[in-house]
């Protein structure tokens, strides 16, 4: 019987276990997929331990790659023996092999391996529409500063690159010294160790005191009121993450004292919706890996089994770029 890791009560990395998990036949609009790796994602932390709440028992696990193996009535866009990958609601990628809706699933390029597809489909999905669609007012333009929190990890490795791309002058926070120096050999202009820096002072420095056109801020509690004070006026705050926590209730008149500021909680769910959502993010995110413009930087492979290693080692902030569970 196919395995998977599934939790029965919301908790630390030891609630998580290795279970024989029956799998039946697609439904209509469904397909099975046999994977072979999956991706490690924060979000998974968060569903571990109930700060985005689901129904239990879970299996975890937001991302993977394989090849269909059956496929649902009313399927069109994938056939039998297809390799494919996918970002997808609802979890459950943690396992061997799973029946999943059809629209959140894509193929895979020929020139893209299945370890690759399985690390960056959410990640890079998640740079790609940052970067490319949740830009500030008049938009960002080649020479334009954006601040960029945990520039050293999953999604931080690949929009560092993807920055580079696009002409901007990205500046990255990270955790350490050789985080920081990751950071700007994938692209970063700028590296601030924001563990023993205040990153908000040391923005202003870099950019001669205008502050930047956005910050792309997955850190949460402890970033929220630094990254106001690096925009620029009329700059941009997209929180869309909470590696050191929620951020608390906010009092909105805090964005105009410091220069009619706008905020967005953006997730990638939203731009993935609908089949095609899924299809055209994709293929901005296959068009870069195929030119070479970004790699996807796998540092951590983990089997199956060790997955509480690998979340002790995410939580802990011991991982860079991108992590696989291997099978
Ligand atoms: N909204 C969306 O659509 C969306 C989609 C994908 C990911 N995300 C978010 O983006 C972030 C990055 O995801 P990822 O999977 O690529 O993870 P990751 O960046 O590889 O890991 C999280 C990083 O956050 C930093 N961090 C800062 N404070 C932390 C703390 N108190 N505890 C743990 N880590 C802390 C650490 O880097 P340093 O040591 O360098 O600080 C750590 O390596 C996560 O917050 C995730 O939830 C959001």
Request: aromatic share 6%; charged share 15%; with cysteine.
């Amino acid at each position: 019987m196919p395995r998977a890791i599934q939790i029965a009560a919301f908790g630390g990395p030891d609630v998580m276990q290795l279970v024989d998990l029956p799998v039946g036949e697609p439904g209509p609009g469904e397909v099975r997929i046999r994977h072979h790796a999956v991706g490690l994602n924060f979000i998974d932390v968060y569903q571990r331990t109930g700060l985005y709440p689901n129904a239990l028992p879970l299996t975890l696990g937001m991302e993977a790659a394989g090849v269909v193996e059956s496929v649902g009535a009313g399927v069109t866009h994938l056939q039998v023996g297809d390799r494919v990958a996918y970002a997808s609601q609802p979890p459950g990628s943690y396992c061997e092999v799973r029946v999943m809706p059809a629209k959140c699933v894509v193929q895979l390029p020929d020139g893209i391996d299945v370890e690759t597809g399985a690390a960056m489909m959410l990640k890079g999905m998640t740079a790609a529409y940052l970067l490319r669609r949740t830009q500030p007012q008049g938009g960002l333009q080649p020479g334009d500063f954006v601040l960029f929190h945990a520039a050293a990890g999953g999604v931080g490795l690949i929009a560092c690159q993807w920055a580079r791309a696009m002409g901007l002058n990205l500046i990255a926070t990270a955790g350490s010294p050789d985080k920081c120096l990751l950071a700007l050999q994938h692209g970063a202009t700028h590296a601030i160790n924001y563990r023993s820096e205040n990153f908000a002072a040391r923005v202003r420095e870099i950019t001669e005191g205008r502050g930047v056109k956005v910050v792309y801020d997955s850190i949460g509690k402890d970033t929220f009121e630094g990254s106001l004070d690096c925009l620029a006026p009329f700059g941009l705050l997209a929180t869309y993450g909470n590696a050191s926590g929620p951020i608390p209730p906010v009092n909105l008149g805090v964005l105009g004292a410091k220069g009619s500021l706008y905020v967005t909680r953006p997730t990638l769910f939203t731009h993935i919706a609908t089949r095609e959502g899924t299809q055209a993010l994709a293929e901005e995110l296959f068009a870069m890996v195929s030119s070479g413009a970004v790699t996807i930087p796998i540092a951590q492979r983990y089997p199956l089994e060790q997955v509480a290693q690998a979340h002790r080692d995410l939580e802990s902030r011991a991982t860079t770029g991108c992590t696989i569970l291997t099978l």
